[in-house]
């Protein structure tokens, strides 16, 4: 994570210790240190630009998915000394880590004297409700399928609970959402829940107020641990990249998340600085199955190779990621992620396999093999600025061997109708701390099940399914570990997307006369859950 001022050209790197969300204001300005006659300078507020919609604060709906939010806590939660490696997963709401009592079986006790916003105490009755829910077709959770290896989450007593798998995975990546009540669980789809408006949580925080641009939480006065210093959280709903990036200039926001060459261009205003977070987010292009050219593995495989993922990296995102060829990171290190699986650039390689395959270039610059056209529809969500420069970037790649890109932003309402006839500039990594987690849906033979954006084209290499299938069933391990890297192999040789990059979050931030954790490792993510606002609780002020 890297923190840059802007103030001379200067940049540090910074070491130290949220996906739906809100915008907050923090009016603490102009400072870079407080002595105690100062503080009182400083006020208890933040102001953060929230370019999602307010409301949905229901973890049905994947808010505090990984149990990091203001208003939740999870049995467990993700902690690092920074974002250079895979958080270590610690106890929140659990007393312990998991203790296995026997085979794919693990035992969970609860801490006492934890009471939810509403009053009430939590219990293992809780826990049971919450992950039941997630489950229930009849919730219809958007991220039931995120937690498909626990077979039953049972009550061990009233303080306990017993976690039951259908592999031997370790549970800890499964036990970060966060935990609802009981009596907030309702017999209804998810989206209808009062949840999403009224949350009800164990976390340092409530809602007190939520209009559709504007949403406050305040410090819980009876919360169960340490009261918050900093008292009020405002999100304003902005969902414009250039008006947060206005606003924070005009002083009316502290904190957003901006695409990188927005957020450059603020760095230093006002005692402003953009931080940089390694993600394992990862951006990249689907691929129709039902498409004559796309469905064609020596096309895929040549899309691949005549995409300069680095280019991609230093142009459009100004630095601020990595490049992408699998949806495995590097920051997973060497034990898992394959240097070999990489693919270089080269557009040699590329044309050449095109022309071996039959596609051969024709008067308009556009290959064609028989009736068939290199040509297919690549969309985009057009208020994304970043997945609009990254399609236009990729069609220019594909352009030079011969390949017709025709990108158009659109509505994700739209999207969601053209994902088997149409390219789509996607993004994952939402529960990256489970590797099972970043490559299965991606990457498997589609289900039933499956979420819409689980592997659209259900293009499957050779052998891939039954690899995944069993590290998913496998224990963490020197021998599991070997499985993920064949998993990047047989990707590798037969693609089915074109990943591009791992993106690097960058936010805007004031937060002069605070002092808080770094960032860690982030998720696929929007908004300001995570980045330097990912621990608000803990925020203290300089002393």
């Not at 949840?195 to 009876?222: F, I």
């Not at 590797?435 to 819409?452: I, K």
């Amino acid at each position: 994570m890297s923190v840059h001022t802007g103030v001379g050209g200067t940049s540090s790197a910074v070491r130290g210790l949220a996906t739906a969300g809100a915008a907050v204001l923090i009016a603490a300005v102009g400072l870079t240190g407080c002595s105690p006659s100062d503080r009182a300078s400083v006020t208890d507020r933040i102001v953060l630009g929230e370019s999602q919609e307010l409301g949905d604060f229901n973890p049905m709906l994947g808010y505090a998915q990984l149990g990091v939010s203001p208003l939740y806590d999870g049995l467990l939660v993700p902690a690092a000394d920074g974002d250079g490696r895979v958080p270590d997963l610690v106890p929140a709401l659990a007393e312990s880590k998991p203790q296995r009592t026997a085979p794919r079986t693990w035992r969970v006790p609860l801490k006492s004297g934890v009471t939810f916003s509403d009053g009430t105490a939590l219990d293992a009755r809780d826990v049971v409700a919450t992950y039941r829910a997630l489950v229930d077709p009849l919730v219809a959770s958007t991220i039931s399928t995120d937690f498909a290896p626990i077979v039953a989450v049972e009550s061990d007593g009233a303080q306990a609970v017993t976690v039951r798998m259908d592999t031997d995975a370790d549970p800890s990546p499964y036990l970060l959402v966060g935990i609802v009540p009981s009596e907030r669980v309702e017999n209804a789809p998810a989206a209808e829940w009062a949840l999403n408006t009224r949350p009800v949580g164990t976390g340092a925080y409530r809602l007190e107020s939520l209009d559709p641009d504007q949403a406050v939480l305040v410090a819980r006065e009876d919360y169960w641990g340490d009261r918050p210093a900093l008292g009020r959280i405002v999100y304003s709903h902005v969902p414009d990249d250039n008006t947060r990036a206005q606003r924070i200039a005009a002083g009316e926001l502290d904190g957003a998340g901006l695409p990188p060459r927005l957020a450059d261009g603020l760095a230093g205003r006002d005692g402003t600085g953009v931080v940089s977070v390694t993600s394992a987010d990862w951006r990249g292009i689907s691929l129709p199955g039902t498409n004559p050219f796309t469905a064609d593995p020596a096309a895929r495989l040549a899309m691949n190779l005549g995409v300069d993922r680095q280019a991609v990296v230093d142009d459009v995102l100004t630095g601020a990621g990595e490049p992408a060829s699998t949806p495995v990171a590097s920051v997973y290190g060497t034990a898992v992620y394959d240097a070999g699986a990489q693919f270089a650039f080269d557009p040699g390689a590329a044309a050449a396999t095109l022309d071996d395959a039959g596609w051969r270039v024709g008067a308009d610059g556009v290959r064609t093999r028989g009736a068939d056209r290199a040509s297919f529809p690549v969309l985009y969500n057009a208020q994304d600025t970043v997945r609009r420069d990254l399609a236009v970037a990729f069609a220019a790649s594909m352009k030079k061997i011969g390949v017709e890109v025709l990108t158009r932003g659109t509505s994700w309402d739209e999207i969601d109708t053209r994902l088997a006839d149409s390219g789509v500039v996607l993004g994952g990594g939402a529960t990256p701390y489970s590797l099972d987690s970043q490559v299965y849906d991606t990457l498997h033979t589609r289900v039933p099940e499956s979420s819409p954006y689980a592997n659209p084209g259900n293009l499957t290499a050779p052998g891939l399914d039954l690899v995944l299938d069993e590290a998913r069933m496998s224990a963490p391990g020197p021998e599991n570990d070997l499985r993920y890297k064949r998993i990047q192999q047989l990707y590798a040789e037969q693609p089915s997307y074109v990943f591009l990059a791992f993106l690097h979050h960058t936010y805007v931030s004031r937060s002069a006369g605070w002092r808080h954790d770094s960032p860690i490792l982030e998720p696929h993510s929007h908004g300001v859950t995570w980045g330097p606002w990912w621990k608000l609780p803990s925020w203290q002020p300089n002393s």
